[in-house]
């Protein structure tokens, strides 16, 4: 047998296994490097994350994917480069990470790596009959792979584009894993780029189990920042949006999307809210005249509504709990806005369940990769493809 397939079988049947969880979302913050312990898996997973960190992107790294990031018509050869930089530049920085933690690459058993999402098309946003759903993740695993010596998984959202999903959300496997509780209705609420949702019911019925994309998390008021805040990159504890006021007519205009009136489960991106998308709210709003903090206050509630919308519509009860994670929830003004729309609902952190709130969408991709390896088990009801995602670059 090839060696390296000789290696992965030894690895889907280790007691215990190390594995790093990578992710790089829309808001180009920086890469979330977990590093995760796996003792099973499917519901049987045990997992402890030994060490997080988010490495930020330098101007330079930022300017690079920025330039290709959600835009229609790029520079191909820029593309092609970029998919081969962008592995080699993640790999440096888990090598750079390995070293701190003082961990030796080669007891690294895997690592699982997102990707750079470049574009996210769901059908209903490029609305061409001819083709499905698609979605474009780059900085391939093989370099990662080679330049760190650690077997690498990635790519993981083509497989359930090809089972019939749209490419996201994905955090719907690794929340049912990790954080089903019987007798408690969570809801998983992650607010990174975007913001999406898993409903975890207490019966534990996977059938009534549910994912979606709520609209924008963070990505409107990040772009609006960086647009009209020099040297800012977002609104750090709201201190922008604090200081105006919410203009209903703006706030109006932001909600008048098919999206938002569109059935769950669905998926979305900067590609559709961006700093277009608000220019043409402001347009139809015929300019009224308002201070970039009146706009940031706007956006914020406007953020928080099309949570709190998305969560009302779907949810039957009122008897849940609320589990934040992402960026998001670092800010003040918006997490207000969700607890004053749900004054009954407690809402506490992924932190309650062990999992430090950033590291969180890092450590599902983990788990996807735990679940690739050594599950397959797992019913995650119906309406979700139950396939095993990832795939696999050999070191050498
Ligand atoms: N202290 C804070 N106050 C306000 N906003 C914050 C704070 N900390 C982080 N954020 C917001 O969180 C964003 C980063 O969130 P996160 O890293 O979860 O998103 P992401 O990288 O796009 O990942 P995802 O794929 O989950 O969308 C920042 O761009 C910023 O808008
Ligand atoms: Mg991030």
Redesign the pocket.
């Known amino acids: 047998m090839n060696y390296n397939f000789n290696q992965l079988l030894q690895l889907s049947s280790k007691k215990t296994r190390l594995i790093i969880g990578l ?8 890469l ?1 490097i977990a590093l995760c312990k796996f003792e099973g898996a499917g519901s049987d997973t045990k997992i402890e994350v030994i060490h997080f960190e ?1 490495i930020p992107f330098n101007h330079f790294f930022k300017k690079e994917v920025q330039s290709i990031f959600s835009k229609k018509m790029v520079d191909l050869e820029k593309v092609c480069l970029l998919n081969a930089w962008i592995g080699s530049e993640h790999a440096q920085m888990i090598n750079d990470c390995l070293i701190k933690w003082s961990i030796k690459n080669e007891n690294v058993d895997l690592i699982a790596s ?1 990707g750079q ?1 470049i574009y996210h098309a769901p059908k209903h946003l490029h609305q061409l009959p001819e083709f499905g759903n698609a979605t474009l993740q780059i900085g391939d695993g093989d370099h990662i792979a080679v330049k760190t010596g650690i077997l690498t998984m990635s790519d993981f959202r083509q497989k359930h584009i090809a089972a019939g999903g749209e490419g996201a959300p994905l955090a719907v496997y690794g929340d049912y894993i990790l954080f089903s509780k019987k007798n408690e209705n969570r809801i998983l609420l ?7 949702f898993t409903f975890l019911p207490g019966n534990l019925n996977a059938n009534e189990m549910f994912s979606t994309d709520t609209g924008p ?3 409107l ?2 772009a609006y ?1 960086q647009q009209n805040f020099e040297g800012m ?6 201190v922008f949006a604090k200081q105006g006021n919410i203009n209903k007519e703006l706030l109006f205009e932001l909600e008048q999307h098919e999206f938002f009136n569109a059935p769950l489960p669905k998926t979305t991106g900067p590609e559709l809210f961006n700093i277009e998308y608000l220019n043409n709210a402001l347009k139809r709003t015929n300019n009224v005249h308002l201070s970039n903090y009146d706009v940031m206050a706007t956006l914020n509630k406007f953020t928080a509504n099309t949570i709190s919308t998305a969560i009302q519509k779907s949810m039957h009860t009122n008897n849940f709990v609320v589990y934040s ?8 003004l ?1 997490m207000e806005h969700l607890q004053n729309d749900f004054p009954n609902i407690h809402f506490k952190t992924t932190e309650e369940l062990n999992i430090h709130p ?1 590291a ?2 890092a450590v599902l991709f983990a788990v996807l990769a735990n679940e690739a390896l050594c599950g397959g088990g797992t019913n995650f009801g119906k309406g979700i493809p139950n396939v095993s995602m990832g795939k696999i670059s050999f070191p050498r």
Do not use: R, W
């Open positions: 992710m790089s979302g829309t808001s180009l913050d920086g979330d988010t997102h999402t992650n607010i990174g780029g975007i913001a999406n998390g963070n990505t008021m990040d920042v990159s977002y609104d750090k504890e709201a994670s992402g960026g998001g929830m670092h800010n003040p918006m950033d969180k969408e």
